[in-house]
């Protein structure tokens, strides 16, 4: 069949952010707009004429339509073959698990993650490598280069898959190849971690959790691996049926929108474990009885255990982390004598790290935390890695990281945003902030001595690129820390981030309450960056 030539026009803002493209799916819905990303994917991406790629997502509104016309255009620009997950259904981390497994030529997910989905909400579409994570950057800046000059697109007139039937198809003479989203994943984790003592434990009648899947993507997968292999009562998932519209919620796995998951840990009667995942699966969150784990402590409470997962049992040679998060993770990999590097925010920064086999773990403070398993991060692998730590040391979630802090200190951490914030006036916070730089290093700012003060920059250290202006980063005596960015994900005016952190090595100090020991650096910092001045806010919208 010939391919169908249509002329188009670029658009000026298809840019990819921290994770893909991301824009309310109204301006998806443009004529042309998806299209015209797709082909400068096919344009650029040269390994995918006659190769492998992977396509799925998270099963929010406007997710099949877009997988259809993905399919007719991947036929038309002579994609080989194209693996789908049954009913346009890949979880993120799963869609790098099938683009590793099955050696594709790369992935494309669509999905906006965490935010809301709906007809006046958002979508999106980004870009997997061969390796099995989120492109880089020189990827998406050729990418977006060529949304910049695109002028024609290539598709066929072939009527819509039946994207419900397992199984081989054709359009033309590409195979698409319709798979069950959750075998592959499930199977994957089976090999990383002990199945059976974690059955036991469920069976133990001593222990009750609940997942909150959000109505998002991860219900079937949950389903699949904690009732249906591992034995959990049914009813242990809530909200397991994904819905285009989430449910109306927003599917963002924290203490404000997974309030009633919280609700269901606290009190004499508590669940003893709850966990939660975002819209495309690869966030979580841990919580114990009465008890809530940071991500930051997550992540350095996984990096001391690791040795306890079989999939970990020879140890981990190196850990990152994101900048904003918090050190914790950095005390644990000193004592176990290996590498933490710290990266800018986005999973895309860690990828080179673990091709190159330097880090086996990473994570982020935004609920994100994974290992060499998959190239995204990963909610239901922390969920399991916790059932598994929990299955084999026989202790409570808060016992375990309370325990934690006496052995290294604890690093009190909280993220305040402020959503919706006019982005002229957020960026010239932020330039204001940047200005005010150089001179604050040996400045005192509250209590506190300013040690170093700088607008975060990366040097790769596999493949030597660079990024910069990755956030304000400002350094105070005795490791606690105040950290500004804005985010790269919304689609709606500008959301300013204000990070912090405080360490507390005293051993007898580690159980006091967060915010407030938080609340000196909360008002150094809305003091130093003018927020209610220039934001014309008193409070942050989410506190995490
Ligand atoms: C946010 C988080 C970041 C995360 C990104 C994608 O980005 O802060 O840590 O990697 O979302 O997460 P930003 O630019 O809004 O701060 V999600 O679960 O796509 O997938
Ligand atoms: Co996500």
Redesign the pocket.
């Known amino acids: 069949m010939e391919p169908k030539v249509v002329a188009t026009q670029p658009f000026e803002d298809q840019r990819p ?4 493209l991301r824009k309310k799916v109204k301006v998806f819905q443009q004529p042309h707009y998806l299209a015209n990303f797709v082909q400068s994917i096919l344009d650029t991406q040269k390994e995918l004429k006659g190769g492998v790629l992977a396509v799925g997502g998270d099963g929010r509104f406007y997710n099949r339509e877009a997988i259809q016309v993905i399919l007719r255009m991947a036929a038309a620009n002579g994609v080989r073959k194209v693996l789908v997950g049954q009913r346009g259904i890949f979880s ?1 981390p799963a869609a790098s698990c099938i683009i590793r497994k099955y050696k594709t030529q790369g992935g494309i997910i669509l ?4 935010n809301p989905g709906g007809p006046d909400e958002d979508f999106g579409i980004k870009f997997n490598v061969a390796a099995g994570g989120p492109a880089p950057e020189n990827v998406t800046s050729a990418i977006y280069d060529r949304t910049t000059k695109v002028d024609r697109y290539l598709t066929l007139d072939t009527p819509d898959l039946d994207l419900d039937r397992l199984g081989s198809v054709q359009i033309d003479a590409m195979v698409v190849e319709i798979i069950d989203p959750v075998a592959d994943y499930a199977q994957l984790m089976e090999s990383l971690f002990e199945f059976s003592a974690i059955h036991q434990l469920f069976n133990s009648g001593m222990f009750r959790m609940r997942f909150d899947a959000m109505h998002a993507v991860t219900g079937p997968y949950a389903v699949e691996i904690l009732e249906n292999r591992l034995g959990a009562e049914p009813g242990t998932v809530m909200n397991g049926e994904p819905k285009e519209d989430f449910g109306g919620g927003h599917p963002d796995p924290n203490l404000v929108h997974a309030d009633a998951l919280v609700a269901m840990t606290q009190g004499t009667d508590g669940l003893d474990f709850g966990a939660a995942s ?3 699966g ?2 979580n969150m841990i919580l114990g009885k009465n008890f809530f784990v940071t991500p930051s402590d997550s992540l350095a409470v996984l990096a001391a255990n690791a040795h306890h997962a079989p999939g970990y049992k020879d140890g981990i040679v190196g850990i990152a982390r ?1 900048m ?1 998060t918090s050190q914790a993770a950095d005390r644990v990999a000193e004592e176990l004598g290996i590498e933490c590097y710290e990266t800018p ?3 895309k920064f860690f990828g080179n790290l673990l091709d190159a086999g330097r880090i086996t773990l990473c994570g ?5 935390t994974g290992s060499d398993h998959v190239r995204e ?1 990963d909610g239901l692998w922390a969920v399991l890695f916790w059932l598994n730590l929990l299955a084999v040391r026989q202790q409570p979630v808060g016992d375990i990281v309370r325990e934690h802090w006496r052995r290294f200190g604890r690093n009190y951490y909280t993220r305040h945003d402020y959503e919706g914030v006019d982005a002229a006036a957020a960026e010239q916070l932020m330039e204001h902030l940047r200005i005010l730089l150089a001179d604050l290093p040996g400045k005192r700012l509250g209590g506190y001595q300013v040690e170093y003060a700088d607008d975060f920059a990366y040097t790769d250290p596999v493949d030597g690129s660079r990024a910069d202006k990755q956030g304000i980063r400002i350094g105070l005596q005795g490791g606690s820390r105040i950290v500004f ?6 689609t709606e005016g500008a ?1 300013l ?1 204000i990070y912090l952190e405080s360490y507390e090595s005293d051993r007898l100090k580690v159980d006091r309450e967060t915010q407030e020991v938080m609340r000196p650096l909360v008002l150094i910092a809305r003091e130093l960056a003018q927020v209610e001045a220039r934001t014309g806010r008193l409070e942050p919208d989410v506190i995490t």
């Open positions: 952010g921290t994770s893909g993120t999905s906006a993650s965490h975002d819209g495309d690869d966030r994101s904003p925010t986005g999973w982020e403070e935004s609920f994100g991060k960015r804005l985010s790269g994900t919304g959301t981030r």
